[in-house]
């Protein structure tokens, strides 16, 4: 069960249009440094898969629901989801995640 103040861990699945796969990876690196240093950001670190490029997966950690909720109402973050329906082949799948283990 998920509190407001448990950590929010996810993985977000965006899958690049063809044609489109370096403008992609281009915008979500453009997204970490000042997602990194937003106060409730715990880790966002991206990922492309090896044997299907233009697919890419980005791990996040946020402090709790608040600090997620900040990262998408943050101008960096709202430039992105502005152009992403021209890079996104398909709406991004977020994967939530409750830690299980140490």
């Known amino acids: 069960m998920s509190t407001s103040t448990q950590q929010v861990v996810l993985i977000a699945v965006l899958k690049a249009k063809a044609g489109k796969e370096s403008a992609l990876k281009d915008a979500l690196s453009a997204l970490v440094p000042p ?23 980005m791990r ?5 629901q608040a600090a997620l909720n900040a990262h998408v ?15 996104l082949a398909e709406p991004p799948q977020l994967v939530f995640l409750d830690q299980v283990s140490d």
């Open 73 to 87: 109402a943050a101008p960096h973050y709202q430039q992105f989801a502005a152009a992403s329906s021209e890079l």
């Open 35 to 57: 997602t990194r240093t937003e106060p409730g950001n715990i880790e966002y670190v991206l990922f492309e898969k090896r044997d299907e490029p233009g697919t890419f997966y």
């Open 60 to 64: 996040e950690c946020f402090k709790d």
